[in-house]
């Protein structure tokens, strides 16, 4: 099973979901998240409400042609692809799957993968609900 990436990074984000991805931050029952990289900076920001609507704010770099992020749910019963991010995402909008306690991007083939054998390009704990 599979999340549902609602747009990827490949251009500007529409003032809505930029307005969407804000708002989303103080709703009640929020859950917020930072994704550090290995340095351990914020390379991406994660907000999930109660319904499971996710917003993701980027700050990663672009990817070469043929290379995209992608989007992982990490629970106690592994990693669930939530989609493919693009190749320079900056506001993306997801559903999230399952109860995951953290959320992880790796850098992969264009098209995505099922399962990573990546290390994380950025990685963060989603409190619990």
Known sequence: MT???LA??????SPSLNAAARSA??????????????????A????VLPNGSGYLTSRLSTLDTG??????????????SLGVLGSHPQVVAFTMVG???????????SG????SHQVPTAAGDLPRA
Not at 8 to 13: C, D, L, M, N, R
Not at 26 to 33: I, M, N, Y
């Open 3 to 5: 999340g549902i990436v």
């Open 8 to 13: 990827t990074g490949s251009g500007a984000p």
């Open 25 to 42: 931050q103080g709703a009640p029952g929020a859950r917020l998240a930072d994704l550090r990289n290995t340095d351990g900076a914020v």
């Open 44 to 47: 991406a920001s994660a907000v």
């Open 67 to 80: 290379r995209t992020y992608q989007l992982w749910a990490v629970s106690t019963n592994g990693a669930v």
């Open 99 to 109: 109860d995951a306690s953290r959320l992880v991007i790796t850098n992969e083939a």
């Open 112 to 115: 995505g993968v099922i399962q």
